[in-house]
C-alpha cells in the first residue's frame, strides 16, 4: 500500500491530510485483487475455528481485515489507501488493517473520518447540535469543540430579538435595540424601551453634510457613529452590516495642491473610509477604502486613503469624507498633508520603474492595483521595480514600514515577470528580507505590496555571487540520519522549495533514505514568535504533487507524518519565515498497522506498549475519569476528562516521543512513572494539546516502568492517536 498526502497550510495553523479526504468518490475505482470472504480469507472456516461466522452461527464474515492468500507483503494489496497491507505469515494471508488516522482531517465538528475495508476513508457524521428551538441558532465551534446555542438576532445587532428572550423591539433593523442609544427626534424607540425621544437621548455629531466636522490641519480627530445613521453608501461599504457614517469636511485654503492621506482607526468595528468631491454625491466619490487588519502589534482595524493633489491654487476646497463603522462606536481619524504627487504609473510588469541599488526608496502602497500574483498572497495591491545584473551576484532585499500599518510583502519575479509561475521567491514580514543567492546576470522585477495600505522604505543589496549552502537547494541534498536532532542555521538561505507548505519562508532540504517501507515523523522546533513548516518531499522538489506530507504554523515544535511510506530517497524541507535558527528530527521506523486500544480504562486492564514503540488508536468517550493531571484545568469536573492507560516498560534509558497529531479533540498527554499503577506524575512531561497539532512529548526517560495517561484538556474526550517513537538518547 502506499499513501499520499494533501496538506492545507495556513499561517499559523498545522494539520497533514490524506488524498482520499478530497476525493469525489469514497469508493476505490480499482477493486480489491484480495477480498475478504465469509470466513476471512481463502481457508474457509479454518480461520475461526471451524464455523464461518466466528461461532455466532449466522453465516457472516468472520474478520473483515484478512484476504487472500500470500507469502510476503508484495502480494497484498487492496487499493484502499487507508488500509495498511501486509501478508499474515502466522496464517499465510493478506491482512488489511484499516488505519483512520490516514483519514482523519483533525476537525471537531464534521464528526470522525472512518477507514472502511471496502470503501476506504469515509466521511464522519457531523456533530448534531440542534436543540428543538426555534429561537436559538445552533452552531458547532471548531476552536472550542462545543455545540453554541446563539439566541435569534436576524439583524446582527447582537440583541436578540424579544419574542426569543433579547430585547430587540425591530429585529429587521439593525439600528434598534436595547444596546444602543436613543436618538432624538427621530420619532423612533431606538433603544427599545417604550419611550420614543425621551430626555435622555442622544443627538448624533456630524451625521450629515451640513454637520460635517471640519478638518483644515493634519492631526488626529476623534469621531463616534453613535446615533448616527447610514446617509452615504459608497463602493467600500457595501459590505458592511449595520453600518453607520459620519462627515468630515476636508478644507483645503487656496494654493498648491497637496497630497492628504487619511486613516481611520477603530478598536473593533469594521471601518470604511470614503473621499468624495461633492456631499451627497455618489457619482464624485474620490477614492475609498474598506477595512483591513494592520499588524497584530497595532490591533483593531483600519481603513486608509490617499487623495493625491487636492486642492486649488486660487480658491478654498473643501471636500466630504465619509467615516462608516459597523457596528457604531468611536473611530479616530488621522490626517496626513504630504508634498503634491501623481498617482503611480509602475503599476505592472511592463510599466515597470527602475530601482536603485544600496540607497533605500520609498514606497506607498495605498492606491496601488492588485495586478500580480504572489505566492505571499498580500493584502494590497503593488507597485513595481526592475533592475538589472551584469554579471551573477547575491541579492539581498530588505523592506521596512514606516507607519507600521502593514507588514511589506516582496515578491521577486524573473524576466517575464507578469505570470504566477514567474515568481522567483517571495517573502513578507516586520521587516521583510528577501534572499537570492548567485542570481544569474539579467533584468529582474521587484513587486512591493504589503498586508494592509502602509508607506515603506525598501533597499536592494548587491554582494558578490556565493554558492548556495549545501543544504539549500534540492538536488545533492545532504544526508539527514533518522532519529537525530540537528541544528540548521538559516541566515545564508533562500526560498528554494516553494511547493505551497509555507509561501515566503526560507529553507534548509535533506536527504532521507528509506531502506524499507517505514512511518515518518518530521518535528521541527522553531524560535519564539517564529512561524515555521516542515515537509516530506519526493527528490525532485518541482511540483505540488512531490509534497508527500506537510506541517506548518506555531508554536514549536511543527510537525508533519506520513505512514508506511514506500523505500526509497525522499528529502526533507525544514523552513522558518524569520529565517532563525531550528531543530530538525526525522523519526523513521518499519511501517506498522496502527494497534486499536478498546478498553485500557483502568489499571486493571492497562495496555502494553512494545518497548520499540507503536502506533495506537483510541477514544476516551466511553471512558471513566480517574486520575487528574498537572497541566489540565483540573476539577472540571473532579478527576477532569475520561482517560485511558498504556504502559511503557524500558529496559534502559530511551528517548521517548509521544505524538497525538490527528486526533480529534483537544488531548492531554500525561507520563506517570511505576512500577505501581497509575504511578506518580513525571516532571515536565504533561501537554495539554489544544492546538491543532495536539499533545506532543520529547523526554528521555530511565529505565523503569512508566504509564502513559490520554486524556482530554478541560473535560475534552474523543477518539485520538498516539505514536510512541523510542530511540536511543
Given at each position: 500500500?502506499?499513501?499520499?498526502?494533501?496538506?492545507?497550510?495556513?499561517?499559523?495553523?498545522?494539520?497533514?491530510?490524506?488524498?482520499?479526504?478530497?476525493?469525489?468518490?469514497?469508493?476505490?475505482s480499482?477493486?480489491?485483487?484480495?477480498?475478504?470472504?465469509?470466513?476471512?480469507?481463502?481457508?474457509?472456516?479454518?480461520?475461526?475455528?471451524g464455523?464461518?461466522?466466528?461461532g455466532?452461527?449466522?453465516?457472516t464474515?468472520?474478520?473483515?481485515?484478512?484476504g487472500?492468500?500470500?507469502?510476503?507483503?508484495?502480494?497484498?494489496?487492496?487499493?484502499?489507501?487507508c488500509?495498511?497491507?501486509?501478508?499474515?505469515?502466522t496464517?499465510?494471508?493478506?491482512?488489511?488493517?484499516?488505519?483512520?488516522?490516514?483519514?482523519?482531517?483533525?476537525?471537531?465538528?464534521d464528526?470522525?473520518?472512518?477507514?472502511d475495508?471496502?470503501?476506504?476513508?469515509?466521511?464522519?457524521?457531523?456533530?448534531?447540535?440542534?436543540?428543538?428551538?426555534?429561537?436559538?441558532?445552533?452552531?458547532?465551534v471548531e476552536?472550542?469543540?462545543t455545540?453554541?446555542?446563539?439566541?435569534?438576532?436576524?439583524?446582527?445587532d447582537?440583541?436578540?430579538?424579544?419574542?426569543?428572550?433579547?430585547?430587540?423591539?425591530?429585529?429587521?433593523?439593525?439600528?434598534?435595540?436595547?444596546?444602543?442609544?436613543e436618538?432624538?427626534?427621530?420619532?423612533?424607540d431606538?433603544?427599545?424601551d417604550?419611550?420614543?425621544?425621551?430626555?435622555?437621548?442622544?443627538?448624533?455629531?456630524?451625521?450629515?453634510?451640513?454637520?460635517?466636522?471640519?478638518i483644515?490641519?493634519?492631526g488626529?480627530?476623534?469621531?463616534?457613529?453613535?446615533?448616527?445613521?447610514?446617509?452615504?453608501?459608497?463602493v467600500?461599504?457595501?459590505?458592511l452590516v449595520?453600518?453607520?457614517?459620519v462627515?468630515?469636511?476636508?478644507?483645503?485654503?487656496?494654493?498648491?495642491?497637496?497630497?492628504?492621506?487619511?486613516?481611520?482607526?477603530?478598536?473593533?468595528?469594521?471601518?470604511?473610509?470614503t473621499?468624495?468631491?461633492?456631499?451627497?454625491?455618489?457619482?464624485?466619490?474620490?477614492v475609498?477604502?474598506g477595512?483591513?487588519?494592520?499588524?497584530?502589534?497595532?490591533?483593531?482595524?483600519?481603513?486608509?486613503?490617499?487623495?493625491?493633489?487636492?486642492?486649488?491654487?486660487?480658491?478654498?476646497?473643501?471636500?466630504?469624507?465619509?467615516?462608516?463603522?459597523?457596528?457604531?462606536?468611536?473611530?479616530?481619524?488621522?490626517?496626513?498633508?504630504?508634498p503634491?504627487?501623481?498617482?503611480?504609473?509602475?503599476?505592472?510588469?511592463?510599466?515597470?520603474?527602475?530601482?536603485?541599488?544600496?540607497?533605500?526608496?520609498?514606497?506607498?502602497?495605498?492606491?496601488?492595483?492588485?495586478?500580480?500574483?504572489?505566492?505571499?498572497?498580500?493584502?494590497?495591491?503593488?507597485?513595481?521595480?526592475?533592475?538589472?545584473?551584469?554579471?551573477?551576484?547575491?541579492?539581498?532585499?530588505?523592506?521596512?514600514?514606516?507607519?507600521?500599518?502593514?507588514?511589506?510583502?516582496l515578491s521577486?519575479?524573473?524576466p517575464?515577470?507578469?505570470?504566477?509561475e514567474?515568481?522567483?521567491?517571495?517573502?513578507?514580514?516586520?521587516?521583510?528580507?528577501l534572499?537570492a543567492?548567485?542570481?544569474?546576470a539579467?533584468?529582474?522585477?521587484?513587486?512591493?505590496?504589503?498586508?494592509?495600505?502602509?508607506?515603506?522604505?525598501?533597499?536592494?543589496?548587491l554582494?558578490?555571487?556565493?554558492p548556495?549552502?549545501?543544504?539549500?537547494?534540492?538536488?545533492?541534498a545532504?544526508?539527514?540520519?533518522?532519529n537525530?536532532?540537528i541544528?540548521?542555521?538559516?541566515?545564508?538561505?533562500?526560498?528554494?522549495?516553494?511547493?505551497?507548505?509555507?509561501?515566503?519562508?526560507?529553507?534548509?532540504?535533506?536527504?532521507?533514505?528509506?531502506t524499507?517501507p517505514?512511518?515518518?515523523?518530521?518535528?521541527?522546533r522553531?524560535?519564539?514568535?517564529?512561524?515555521?513548516?516542515?515537509?516530506?518531499?519526493?527528490?525532485?522538489?518541482?511540483?505540488?504533487?512531490?509534497?508527500l506530507?506537510?506541517?506548518?504554523g506555531?508554536?514549536?515544535?511543527?510537525?508533519?507524518?506520513?505512514?508506511?511510506?514506500?523505500?526509497?530517497?525522499?528529502?526533507?524541507?525544514a523552513?522558518?519565515?524569520?529565517?532563525?535558527?531550528?531543530?530538525?528530527s526525522?523519526f523513521?521506523?518499519?511501517?506498522?498497522?496502527?494497534?486499536?486500544?478498546?478498553?485500557?480504562?483502568?489499571?486493571?486492564?492497562?495496555l502494553?506498549?512494545?518497548?520499540?514503540?507503536?502506533?495506537?488508536q483510541?477514544?476516551?468517550?466511553?471512558?471513566?475519569?480517574?486520575?487528574?493531571?498537572?497541566?489540565?484545568?483540573?476539577?472540571?469536573?473532579?478527576?477532569?476528562?475520561?482517560?485511558?492507560?498504556?504502559?511503557?516498560?524500558?529496559p534502559?534509558?530511551?528517548?521517548?516521543?509521544?505524538?497525538?497529531?490527528?486526533s480529534?479533540?483537544?488531548?492531554?498527554?500525561?507520563?506517570?512513572?511505576?512500577?505501581?499503577?497509575?504511578?506518580?506524575?513525571?516532571?515536565?512531561?504533561?501537554?495539554?494539546?489544544?492546538?491543532p497539532?495536539r499533545s506532543?512529548?520529547?523526554?528521555?526517560?530511565?529505565?523503569?516502568?512508566?504509564?502513559?495517561?490520554?486524556?482530554?484538556?478541560?473535560?475534552?474526550?474523543?477518539?485520538?492517536?498516539?505514536?510512541?517513537?523510542?530511540?536511543?538518547?
Amino acid at each position: 500500500m502506499r499513501l499520499r498526502f494533501l496538506t492545507l497550510a495556513l499561517l499559523g495553523i498545522s494539520a497533514t491530510f490524506p488524498l482520499s479526504l478530497f476525493a469525489s468518490s469514497c469508493v476505490p475505482s480499482t477493486k480489491n485483487p484480495y477480498p475478504p470472504d465469509a470466513a476471512g480469507g481463502s481457508g474457509g472456516a479454518a480461520a475461526n475455528g471451524g464455523t464461518s461466522d466466528g461461532g455466532n452461527g449466522g453465516g457472516t464474515q468472520s474478520d473483515p481485515t484478512l484476504g487472500g492468500p500470500c507469502k510476503t507483503d508484495d502480494d497484498c494489496n487492496d487499493m484502499i489507501a487507508c488500509t495498511f497491507d501486509a501478508c499474515d505469515l502466522t496464517i499465510e494471508k493478506c491482512r488489511f488493517t484499516p488505519d483512520d488516522s490516514v483519514c482523519s482531517n483533525s476537525k471537531y465538528c464534521d464528526g470522525i473520518e472512518r477507514c472502511d475495508n471496502k470503501l476506504g476513508c469515509t466521511f464522519g457524521e457531523p456533530v448534531g447540535c440542534g436543540d428543538g428551538d426555534s429561537c436559538t441558532l445552533d452552531k458547532c465551534v471548531e476552536e472550542t469543540q462545543t455545540c453554541v446555542y446563539t439566541k435569534r438576532d436576524a439583524d446582527y445587532d447582537g440583541d436578540p430579538d424579544n419574542h426569543c428572550g433579547g430585547k430587540d423591539c425591530d429585529d429587521a433593523d439593525p439600528l434598534v435595540n436595547s444596546l444602543v442609544a436613543e436618538v432624538c427626534l427621530n420619532f423612533k424607540d431606538d433603544n427599545c424601551d417604550g419611550t420614543i425621544d425621551e430626555a435622555s437621548c442622544t443627538t448624533p455629531v456630524n451625521d450629515v453634510c451640513i454637520e460635517a466636522l471640519e478638518i483644515s490641519e493634519p492631526g488626529s480627530y476623534a469621531m463616534n457613529t453613535l446615533a448616527a445613521t447610514y446617509d452615504y453608501p459608497g463602493v467600500c461599504t457595501a459590505s458592511l452590516v449595520g453600518a453607520a457614517d459620519v462627515v468630515a469636511a476636508l478644507v483645503l485654503p487656496p494654493g498648491p495642491p497637496i497630497d492628504v492621506e487619511l486613516t481611520a482607526r477603530t478598536q473593533y468595528q469594521e471601518v470604511a473610509l470614503t473621499l468624495a468631491g461633492q456631499c451627497g454625491d455618489p457619482a464624485s466619490e474620490i477614492v475609498c477604502s474598506g477595512p483591513y487588519s494592520p499588524p497584530p502589534i497595532v490591533g483593531g482595524r483600519i481603513a486608509k486613503i490617499l487623495g493625491r493633489s487636492l486642492g486649488d491654487p486660487n480658491k478654498t476646497t473643501a471636500l466630504p469624507v465619509y467615516v462608516t463603522t459597523a457596528p457604531t462606536g468611536p473611530v479616530t481619524l488621522e490626517v496626513a498633508f504630504f508634498p503634491a504627487s501623481q498617482e503611480p504609473t509602475h503599476e505592472t510588469c511592463g510599466t515597470a520603474m527602475v530601482a536603485p541599488f544600496d540607497i533605500p526608496f520609498p514606497v506607498t502602497v495605498v492606491d496601488a492595483a492588485k495586478d500580480l500574483a504572489s505566492g505571499c498572497s498580500p493584502a494590497t495591491g503593488e507597485l513595481v521595480y526592475s533592475f538589472t545584473l551584469d554579471q551573477p551576484q547575491n541579492v539581498d532585499i530588505y523592506a521596512t514600514s514606516t507607519d507600521g500599518d502593514g507588514f511589506p510583502v516582496l515578491s521577486l519575479r524573473n524576466p517575464n515577470c507578469a505570470l504566477p509561475e514567474d515568481e522567483i521567491a517571495c517573502h513578507f514580514g516586520q521587516n521583510a528580507h528577501l534572499v537570492a543567492k548567485s542570481l544569474p546576470a539579467g533584468t529582474y522585477y521587484l513587486a512591493t505590496a504589503a498586508t494592509a495600505p502602509t508607506s515603506m522604505l525598501v533597499t536592494i543589496e548587491l554582494s558578490p555571487a556565493t554558492p548556495a549552502p549545501l543544504d539549500d537547494v534540492c538536488p545533492g541534498a545532504p544526508p539527514l540520519a533518522a532519529n537525530q536532532t540537528i541544528s540548521i542555521p538559516l541566515e545564508d538561505h533562500q526560498d528554494n522549495v516553494q511547493l505551497g507548505c509555507l509561501p515566503g519562508a526560507v529553507d534548509a532540504v535533506y536527504t532521507l533514505n528509506l531502506t524499507e517501507p517505514s512511518d515518518v515523523l518530521l518535528v521541527e522546533r522553531i524560535s519564539l514568535a517564529d512561524t515555521g513548516a516542515v515537509s516530506l518531499v519526493k527528490p525532485q522538489c518541482d511540483s505540488v504533487d512531490d509534497q508527500l506530507a506537510c506541517g506548518a504554523g506555531a508554536p514549536s515544535p511543527v510537525r508533519a507524518s506520513a505512514h508506511n511510506v514506500p523505500a526509497g530517497e525522499y528529502r526533507v524541507v525544514a523552513e522558518s519565515m524569520q529565517g532563525s535558527p531550528v531543530e530538525l528530527s526525522a523519526f523513521v521506523r518499519k511501517a506498522i498497522p496502527p494497534t486499536l486500544v478498546p478498553f485500557a480504562d483502568s489499571c486493571a486492564d492497562v495496555l502494553t506498549i512494545p518497548s520499540t514503540g507503536g502506533f495506537f488508536q483510541g477514544t476516551t468517550a466511553n471512558a471513566a475519569a480517574d486520575f487528574d493531571a498537572g497541566c489540565d484545568q483540573a476539577g472540571v469536573p473532579e478527576n477532569g476528562a475520561p482517560e485511558q492507560l498504556l504502559k511503557l516498560v524500558l529496559p534502559a534509558s530511551k528517548r521517548v516521543i509521544l505524538d497525538m497529531m490527528g486526533s480529534s479533540y483537544s488531548t492531554l498527554l500525561d507520563v506517570r512513572k511505576g512500577p505501581d499503577c497509575p504511578g506518580t506524575e513525571v516532571p515536565l512531561a504533561c501537554a495539554a494539546g489544544y492546538y491543532p497539532s495536539r499533545s506532543y512529548l520529547d523526554l528521555t526517560l530511565a529505565a523503569g516502568t512508566y504509564f502513559i495517561q490520554v486524556d482530554g484538556y478541560n473535560a475534552a474526550a474523543g477518539p485520538w492517536f498516539l505514536d510512541v517513537r523510542v530511540v536511543e538518547p
